[in-house]
């Protein structure tokens, strides 16, 4: 997984990180609901909204159960098969759904 980590990073815009005032892109990859098919899709946001939402996928992984997620702008929904929370400083923390 740390392929994909580090293709996100490498497809980044090149924004000084104080630019973009410290925030995590959270990377997920969704089996869209749609098409069927996964696809990856990143937002910017705070370090604990990031980590918060791999707590979640996480916790319903534990569960045995599979969290779907909805985002917007532009719009995707899926079950989470991984997600990854990068920081500015190019380290990340990941969560993988195992039994897609």
């Known amino acids: 997984m740390r392929m994909i980590a580090n293709l996100a990073v490498c497809a980044l815009p090149l924004v000084p990180a104080h630019a973009q005032n410290q925030r995590d892109?959270?990377?997920?990859?969704?089996?869209?609901?749609v098409s069927g098919k996964n696809g990856a899709h990143q937002r910017?946001?705070?370090?604990?909204?990031?980590?918060?939402?791999?707590?979640?996928?996480?916790?319903?992984?534990?569960?045995?159960l599979r969290m779907t997620l909805s985002l917007l702008d532009p719009p995707a929904t899926g079950r989470v098969v991984a997600a990854h929370c990068i920081h500015p400083d190019g380290s990340y923390d990941?969560?993988?759904?195992?039994g897609k």
């Open 25 to 33: 892109m959270l990377l997920v990859i969704l089996e869209e609901e």
């Open 44 to 64: 910017l946001m705070t370090r604990d909204k990031c980590l918060e939402v791999l707590q979640l996928v996480e916790n319903q992984t534990r569960q045995g």
């Open 94 to 98: 990941s969560v993988e759904v195992l």
